[in-house]
């Protein structure tokens, strides 16, 4: 072999090397910043099984509400913070398409029959307000059923909370071009294709659509005794463990941990009437909604 020929193969071999090592620095930067990010969440998660334990000492029922646009991180949320929960003790609810006797009855017939019962969690992906918010950009309700529905669900709620339920409206806020990106990911990987729905397909060119009525929801659902508190989701992971701290912060349980600092992030968590504010203020400078 000539000389040239070895220098060749020599200088290959360096820089199959050089990528290699390069490639494992990178898998091992993502490895130390998903453990850091497990340990991050970890005491909280602890803290959300006491609260559970609290719950079901005093027989009081909670519901978590989790709306917002499609791949704002409703689901993985969820997944995150009943991790370590007791199962016997929450249950997480996502209904489908209604089956034609319960297109006979009343709307919330359904959900009724999934609140919880006294020391129970119930998370809904998704909730009542599909009918807010998905149901009427899509014509799968009429302009009369959208309208009973949002003169109705304050007093719904208003009897929860005066029953004793502890009632958490979340709604999840993502960026346009970061649900484009993960709407991208949905279609390439293919672990992650059973997400991707005709909706999604369509829900990009119906931002705006979609900013109207979640605008129209909050200004006539947003209330003193049942607000609701927006996350801003772009990350993830900032979203989940602001939630987390949200919850605890929702009522004074035994054992709670005095080390833990439960004051979310404002640059996440916000309050409904702020996004209100900001939602005006928009419309006023801009002549349309921003987020």
Known sequence: MSKRKKTKNSSSKIEAL???IKALRKDRSKAVKRYRREMELRPYEAELI????????????????FEGRDAA??????????????PRHYRVVALGKPTDVQRSQWFLQKYISRLPSGGE??????????????EPVFDFCTPEEHENFMMGVKGFERDLVRQGTLLIKFYFSVSKDVQAKRFDIRRTNPLKQWKLSEVDLQVQERWDEFSRVK???????????TPWTIIRADNK??????AMKFILGALEYSRKGSHLDYTP???????????LEKMNADLLSMGRFIE
């Not at 006491?50 to 509400?65: A, D």
């Not at 605008?215 to 005794?225: A, P």
């Not at 992971?237 to 602001?242: D, K, P, Q």
């Open 18 to 20: 050089e990528q290699e």
């Open 215 to 225: 605008y129209e929801m909050l200004k006539r659902t947003h209330t003193q005794e």
């Open 73 to 86: 991180g409703k689901g993985g949320a969820i997944q995150r913070i009943t991790f370590y929960m007791n």
């Open 237 to 242: 992971h900032r979203a989940r463990l602001n």
């Open 265 to 275: 992030d404002p640059d996440i968590v916000v309050s409904g009437a702020a996004e």
């Open 121 to 134: 969690i119930v998370l809904f992906d998704r909730s009542w307000y599909n009918r807010a918010m998905v």
């Open 50 to 65: 006491k609260l559970q334990e609290h719950l079901e000492k005093i027989n009081r029922s909670m519901i978590i509400l």
